[in-house]
């Protein structure tokens, strides 16, 4: 179908989605100050609020009514789509709401996703950050399969491992099975939206391969080029302890074992009030105290994400920044 938007994307565009199986690990929290961040750096950024049935992104922003967002786009057709980037104060850094407390407001059909996935493709910036809500559905996964630069956040309690966990296979298999539409009899393996219909015990990769060979082993080698492809990152959020800190790896194991998924491992953040306080003051933490254990681990994030190495000092109110890019970075900024 036909979107109405060209897409005319930037080779420079990196477009960076976060998502989660669980809610309330911190996603907003972390993509806002990620946001920040890389907008301190000198980065152009726009961060989109990709949680259409609960928006609250803006507040973390410390913007009380967003004044447009993308249920606009779709109901007012004389809107011109760049004045759905609202300035947030903060230099080098601009947000889009989805505007998603209006009854049915989540329930964005095929055509509907297809149009703003055209229209992040064509925003003028270095980077474009898409903070997704919670869950599994089609949505969520077909916009955190949108680029190669893809995010899960696990928190450290086995509840979350296991969400992230099913989170990156959803997301992992969404990608199969898109790719298997003109072969239906494989498509079914992946495809658990109808469980009458699909084989649901296929939920590791070698099981995976084994119906395919059965079925169809001509796929095999194309489906190998699809889980190659799929290359997502972990952050880690509210980590307390040393065993905390083993999360990632017992993921990153996790993965490899049953996906034959290889998951980066980008970092930590530390449990902090500091991180709680300014969320309830709608301050972005890394604003508020850059010098901060949490501040100072999303800065090795984001230097993990865009080999820049960034320093913030806060003196007399201003924030000083200081950063080096690593040699190698290929990125071209």
């Given at each position: 179908?036909?979107?109405?938007?060209?897409?005319?994307?930037?080779?420079?565009?990196?477009?960076?989605?976060?998502?989660?199986?669980?809610?309330?690990?911190?996603?907003?929290?972390?993509?806002?100050?990620?946001?920040?961040?890389?907008?301190?750096?000198?980065?152009?950024?726009?961060?989109?609020?990709?949680?259409?049935?609960?928006?609250?992104?803006?507040?973390?922003?410390?913007?009380?009514?967003?004044?447009?967002?993308?249920?606009?786009?779709?109901?007012?057709?004389?809107?011109?789509?760049?004045?759905?980037?609202?300035?947030?104060?903060?230099?080098?850094?601009?947000?889009?709401?989805?505007?998603?407390?209006?009854?049915?407001?989540?329930?964005?059909?095929?055509?509907?996703?297809?149009?703003?996935?055209?229209?992040?493709?064509?925003?003028?910036?270095?980077?474009?950050?898409?903070?997704?809500?919670?869950?599994?559905?089609?949505?969520?996964?077909?916009?955190?399969?949108?680029?190669?630069?893809?995010?899960?956040?696990s928190t450290p309690e086995m509840t979350s491992v296991m969400?992230?966990?099913?989170?990156?296979?959803?997301?992992?298999?969404?990608?199969?099975?898109?790719?298997?539409?003109?072969?239906?009899?494989?498509?079914?393996?992946?495809?658990?939206?109808?469980?009458?219909?699909?084989?649901?015990?296929?939920?590791?990769?070698?099981?995976?391969?084994?119906?395919?060979?059965?079925?169809?082993?001509?796929?095999?080698?194309?489906?190998?080029?699809?889980?190659?492809?799929?290359?997502?990152?972990?952050?880690?959020?509210?980590?307390?302890?040393?065993?905390?800190?083993?999360?990632?790896?017992?993921?990153?194991?996790?993965?490899?074992?049953?996906?034959?998924?290889?998951?980066?491992?980008?970092?930590?953040?530390?449990?902090?009030?500091?991180?709680?306080?300014?969320?309830?003051?709608?301050?972005?933490?890394?604003?508020?105290?850059?010098?901060?254990?949490?501040?100072?681990?999303?800065?090795?994030?984001?230097?993990?994400?865009?080999?820049?190495?960034?320093?913030?000092?806060?003196?007399?109110?201003?924030?000083?920044?200081?950063?080096?890019?690593?040699?190698?970075?290929?990125?071209?900024?």
């Amino acid at each position: 179908k036909k979107t109405g938007i060209k897409v005319t994307m930037a080779s420079s565009t990196q477009i960076i989605t976060l998502g989660g199986g669980k809610g309330g690990i911190g996603k907003s929290i972390m993509c806002t100050n990620l946001a920040v961040g890389m907008a301190l750096s000198g980065q152009k950024v726009v961060l989109m609020d990709g949680d259409f049935g609960a928006s609250n992104l803006h507040a973390l922003l410390g913007i009380s009514h967003p004044p447009y967002g993308f249920q606009d786009l779709f109901t007012n057709h004389r809107l011109d789509p760049e004045s759905l980037l609202i300035e947030t104060g903060i230099d080098n850094l601009k947000f889009i709401s989805s505007a998603g407390d209006n009854p049915g407001s989540a329930n964005i059909d095929p055509e509907r996703v297809q149009t703003i996935i055209s229209f992040l493709k064509q925003l003028k910036a270095h980077t474009v950050i898409l903070d997704l809500g919670p869950g599994t559905s089609f949505n969520v996964l077909d916009f955190f399969n949108i680029h190669d630069q893809c995010i899960v956040m696990s928190t450290p309690e086995m509840t979350s491992v296991m969400k992230t966990f099913s989170f990156i296979r959803a997301a992992l298999f969404r990608k199969i099975s898109l790719h298997l539409r003109d072969a239906p009899e494989l498509q079914r393996l992946v495809d658990h939206s109808h469980p009458s219909q699909a084989d649901v015990e296929t939920c590791t990769i070698d099981i995976l391969r084994e119906n395919i060979e059965k079925i169809d082993s001509s796929q095999a080698e194309e489906v190998e080029k699809v889980i190659k492809s799929f290359k997502p990152e972990i952050i880690i959020n509210r980590v307390r302890n040393k065993k905390d800190l083993q999360t990632g790896d017992n993921l990153i194991n996790l993965v490899k074992k049953f996906l034959d998924v290889d998951l980066k491992y980008l970092g930590h953040v530390i449990e902090s009030d500091r991180v709680r306080d300014s969320a309830e003051e709608m301050i972005p933490f890394l604003i508020k105290d850059p010098q901060s254990t949490p501040s100072k681990n999303l800065q090795e994030i984001i230097g993990e994400l865009t080999n820049i190495d960034l320093n913030l000092v806060k003196e007399d109110g201003k924030i000083l920044v200081s950063k080096q890019v690593r040699l190698g970075s290929g990125w071209g900024f």
